[in-house]
């Protein structure tokens, strides 16, 4: 009975965001200038049903001394596809993606709809292009999340921090909040090169443990880092610190 119960909710689940995906494309089709001031707050309640229907359990623990800044730029490891979903159903935030996202099976338009900038990792001028958009995004009043591995490097952290995050708080003057990831079932969650998103929804799903812990911490002030260097450095030996404490 009880795995009867079980099975009937993930099929609730499933038309729950069968048919809110539906809705979303159907809007995104509508001019972007349409969209901007409520879709992003629609996409933010799609991906909590998208979580929900993976049985992703998102647990939010928040060890900031102090209340998050009103605007900030939001940092995180990057060990699975699932953040892309995972940080904006927990934080109102417009994030950075790889450009191959945007080419994603629905979900690709529905995250550049709802306002998601994307970067060409291996090409400069995509890069120095994303930096300008995150500036200005954060000029007009939005908070922004990005990835400052600069991509997926395993459930490991990567052996340095890359300067986009740091360069856009020191040029605007906006705090990095920092937020640690830790997935219980990390070979489950972690993106394996040459996955597809379906394989890795689907190893998401059959996952032994789906909960998905997420670490607030104290945001970084960019008055105190004299440069980016210091910032990134700083920044990832905040991050291995954590990770020593979550994943050993």
Not at 25 to 54: D, E
Request: proline share 5%.
């Amino acid at each position: 009975m009880l795995w009867l119960a079980a099975r009937l909710r993930d099929l609730v689940a499933w038309l729950d965001l069968a048919l809110f995906t539906l809705l979303m494309l159907v809007l995104s089709w509508l001019p972007l200038h349409w969209l901007s001031g409520w879709y992003p707050r629609l996409f933010r309640s799609w991906c909590r049903v998208f979580a929900r229907a993976l049985r992703v359990q998102l647990r939010l623990h928040q060890h900031q001394t102090r209340r998050l800044p009103p605007r900030y730029i939001l940092i995180a490891n990057h060990p699975s596809a699932f953040e892309d979903i995972g940080i904006p159903a927990l934080f109102p935030v417009t994030s950075l993606a790889k450009a191959e996202v945007r080419r994603w099976w629905l979900v690709g338009r529905i995250a550049a709809a709802a306002g998601t900038l994307f970067v060409t990792r291996e090409n400069k001028d995509s890069r120095q292009a994303a930096q300008g958009a995150l500036i200005a995004a954060v000029h007009a009043g939005h908070n922004v999340a990005l990835y400052p591995e600069g991509g997926c490097k395993g459930r490991r952290l990567w052996e340095k921090f890359l300067y986009g995050a740091f360069t856009v708080s020191l040029e605007t003057g906006i705090p990095i909040v920092p937020v640690f990831l830790h997935y219980e079932a990390q070979e489950a969650f972690e993106w394996a090169d040459g996955e597809t998103l379906l394989q890795k929804m689907w190893h998401i799903l059959t996952a032994p443990n789906h909960v998905a812990n997420y670490h607030v911490f104290d945001a970084f002030d960019p008055g105190q880092f004299a440069g980016r260097d210091h910032y990134a450095a700083h920044a990832h030996a905040c991050f291995v610190a954590w990770q020593q404490r979550y994943l050993q």
